[in-house]
């Protein structure tokens, strides 16, 4: 545990320099280049209006929102892996996406127009759908009063399957809004906005910032929910009130930038092999790495093709997949 | 002052059947109870009940005079621990990281452990014999470690009772011996109350001050060992004939094996 520690102090030696440079790339590549000069032109105030325009209204913005979304997302993960004691868990196991697709669905079928705080139809579904989504998978699970990591996985598997055949068909029966709603399933921070910053940002970090209160809690969790309780852990209130932190936080990030895959499930995992599975660690660690990752992934989805935005959770894919497999090829248990 | 007193425990699974029904004993403070009986007598849910895991439908469980249903679940941690069989756990914790967690009821939720509790854990390692194993990854342990681990965790955890749920089933007679004899030593010096889930009826014989003896989820008898195991209650009790005799001053249980 020691020499973990002492890699949990040397990862700043790399995760600082790292978030600097994936801010800045973030910053600067794009479809309209800025040079650095132009970046520090911007707070002398002497810079060109267009410059500015760029980077305030959309780059800055886009950037913060990509880093927030990705450390919700990556401290979900190593939450929901640690309670759920499976390598395989995030976020996206209890429901979260199917429902946010879901809603996003309804709101693309019928063009609906609502907005609240800022936010378009498409995201409020998505955050709505994706709430209820994890309120009846919850629900689903509880059988005489207690909740089981179990049933819990179960029920999540069987409402995401719904969601998503009810997503397939809402596709045939409207298809025009086809390519619309695949788009947004892959995930792209393109209608990245101040007004998501200031609703969306502030809740991901105090969820995610929660989150913290119980990685202790987590630790002894992992020795099985009686033990837990001898040590003085309620297992069953941690679970329900984890749950609610992480489907706040990820019903958040979905509703900002659509369904991002392998941040939660890949994040955890790099951080747990290179400081090991203590949570007081990877939980803060899972969420700063995973808001690097996704900076640099949402800048090459922005740069890789001239004239053209990839979404990001294709890129995440591209790079999480062969790494995951990387893992597996290890020969070390990714569970530790 | 941890005096216990189980009072009149109904508990159903699924009713109407009860998995206990009127269990009724008492554990004077430092004493060691052995809990005995065939499988699905209700031993382990009667630990439960005792322990506060499960609810009783009918019936209390109280410490010093306080009824533990009414104990959050971290004062419950401060006065009872828990031993329970040798399960695995595939994380890269190290033997000092799960026995220092015995002090997590006393720690406030931001606090790190403080150096008392780093002093307790030394302590908890140093009496259970296993001090060299404390940087030891918790997944290379033997099955006997593991037990003498969590053995460990449950005396840095301070408490007064000390519920062991056949703790050294699987075990090598060395660490049976070892284990038993640690717990039996720790009960008659720091005055530990000991419930302990056993079906080794000759272990019970040589480390229990008393013994509940249960069938079908009632109590068949309760008493001290020599007056609880004998030879008529064991044939009721488990169905099978036994020999009882006497070797060295001390008595032994065989069943009487049909080749």
Redesign the interface.
């Known amino acids: 545990m020691k020499q973990q520690q002492k890699k949990a102090e040397l990862i700043w030696v790399v995760m600082v320099p790292l978030g600097i440079a994936a801010a800045l790339s973030a910053f600067l590549f794009g479809s309209s280049g800025v040079s650095i000069g132009e970046l520090f032109a911007l707070f002398g105030g002497d810079a060109q209006p267009s410059t500015s325009i760029i980077f305030f209204s959309i780059r800055l913005p886009r950037a913060i929102l990509a880093l927030v979304s990705g450390g919700a997302l990556g401290i979900s993960g190593a939450c929901l892996q640690g309670m759920f004691k499976n390598p395989m868990a995030d976020s996206y196991v209890i429901g979260v996406s199917a429902g946010a697709a879901l809603g996003a669905t309804v709101a693309f079928a019928f063009s609906t127009t609502l907005a609240f705080l800022g936010f378009g139809a498409v995201s409020l579904f998505a955050f709505l759908g994706a709430l209820a989504s994890v309120m009846i998978v919850y629900r689903l699970a509880k059988v005489s009063g207690k909740v089981s990591t179990f049933s819990l996985l179960l029920a999540g598997v069987a409402v995401s399957t719904l969601c998503s055949a009810l997503v397939y068909c809402i596709m045939i029966l409207f298809r025009d809004k086809m390519e619309h709603i695949v788009m947004w399933t892959m995930g792209s921070f393109s209608s990245a906005s101040w007004n998501k910053v200031v609703v969306g940002v502030p809740a991901m970090l105090v969820a995610s910032f929660l989150c913290l209160f119980f990685a202790r809690d987590l630790n002894i969790m992992l020795q099985g929910d009686e033990a837990a309780r001898h040590l003085g852990v309620d297992a069953g209130k941690v679970r329900r009130n984890l749950l609610i932190l992480t489907t706040v936080a990820t019903a958040c990030a979905v509703s900002v930038s659509g369904i991002i895959g392998f941040v939660g499930l890949i994040v955890p995992h790099i951080m747990r092999l290179i400081l090991g599975p203590d949570h007081r660690r990877l939980l803060p660690y899972s969420f700063f790495g995973g808001g690097i990752f996704l900076l640099i992934a949402d800048t090459l989805a922005r740069v890789v093709m001239e004239n053209q935005e990839i979404p990001v959770g294709v890129i995440t894919a591209l790079i999480g997949v062969p790494f995951f497999l990387f893992l597996l090829r290890r020969g070390r248990s990714v569970t530790r | 002052m941890s005096n216990m007193v189980i009072s009149d425990i109904n508990y159903s699974y699924e009713p109407p059947r009860y998995a206990l029904s009127g269990v009724s004993f008492e554990i004077p403070t430092g004493r060691f109870c052995g809990i005995i009986g065939p499988n699905g007598s209700g031993k382990s849910t009667l630990l439960g009940c005792i322990?506060?895991?499960l609810k009783p439908e009918r019936g209390s469980v109280s410490i010093g005079g306080e009824n533990v249903a009414s104990l959050s679940?971290?004062e419950?941690?401060?006065r009872?621990?828990?031993v329970?069989q040798h399960?695995s756990?595939?994380?890269?914790?190290?033997v000092?990281?799960?026995v220092l967690?015995?002090r997590?009821?006393y720690?406030k939720?931001?606090r790190?452990e403080a150096k008392d509790d780093y002093a307790m854990m030394n302590d908890a390692l140093q009496t259970a014999g296993i001090v060299h194993l404390k940087?030891r990854l918790i997944?290379t342990l033997s099955g006997g470690e593991w037990q003498m681990m969590i053995l460990a965790?449950a005396l840095c955890?301070q408490a007064d009772i000390m519920?062991l749920d056949e703790p050294v089933t699987g075990l090598d007679i060395s660490h049976q011996v070892s284990i038993m004899g640690t717990v039996r030593r720790l009960s008659a010096q720091r005055g530990i109350s000991v419930v302990c889930v056993l079906h080794d009826l000759n272990l019970a014989l040589s480390y229990c001050d008393q013994i509940v003896l249960l069938k079908s989820g009632k109590v068949f008898a309760k008493g001290a060992p020599q007056d609880v195991l004998t030879r008529e209650n064991i044939e009721s009790v488990y169905g099978t004939a036994v020999h009882k005799f006497e070797q060295d001053g001390k008595t032994f249980i065989l069943p009487i094996m049909d080749v």
């Open positions: 322990s506060g895991h679940v971290r419950i941690a401060r009872m621990a828990l329970q399960a756990l595939e994380y890269d914790f190290t000092g990281d799960i967690t015995g997590n009821p720690l939720r931001w790190s940087d997944t965790r955890q519920l």
